[in-house]
């Protein structure tokens, strides 16, 4: 019995230690909800579950792309700052093939902190926020 828990203890120590954060050309995150990741040894990205930010790789309008770049910075900050970093997953893809999860940092869901500091939206795919207006 004590050996089939200390099994169990090992298999979900390692699902959780599955990612890594990582940084790309200085960053943690390439806009407020997609960052840089290893996952079991690759190279990877995952997209920030319940959030949405203003896009910075295709605009539609100047607006859209000084927020997103707002949002972006606030987000490698509070990943920098950050002394313990989390993922919660299920490990599912999105169409662009990124890992769907919530990134923890000290014990603070980094999508609600995004949100509440008015840096993004919760995600609503039939319901895409125009950051224009």
């Known amino acids: 019995m ?6 169990l203890i090992l298999l979900i120590s390692n699902s959780f230690a599955d990612i890594q ?3 790309q050309n200085g960053l943690f ?4 909800d997609t960052c840089y990741v290893t996952y079991q040894g690759n190279n990877d990205k995952v997209r920030l579950l319940d959030l949405d930010t ?3 790789s295709h ?3 100047e607006k859209e792309y000084t927020h997103g770049i707002e949002a972006r910075n ?3 900050k509070y990943i920098s700052d950050g002394k313990k970093i989390e993922f919660e997953t299920e490990y599912n893809r999105d169409f662009f093939d990124r890992i769907l999860a919530y990134i923890i940092v000290d014990g603070e869901n980094v999508s609600k902190i995004m949100v ?3 840096l993004g ?3 609503d795919k039939s319901n895409k926020k125009d950051w224009c207006e």
């Open 2 to 7: 004590i050996r089939i828990f200390t099994v």
């Open 21 to 23: 954060i990582r940084k």
């Open 29 to 32: 995150c390439y806009d407020g």
């Open 54 to 56: 203003p896009e910075i």
């Open 59 to 61: 605009p539609k309008c």
């Open 74 to 76: 606030y987000i490698n």
């Open 116 to 118: 509440l500091n008015g």
């Open 121 to 123: 939206v919760v995600y």
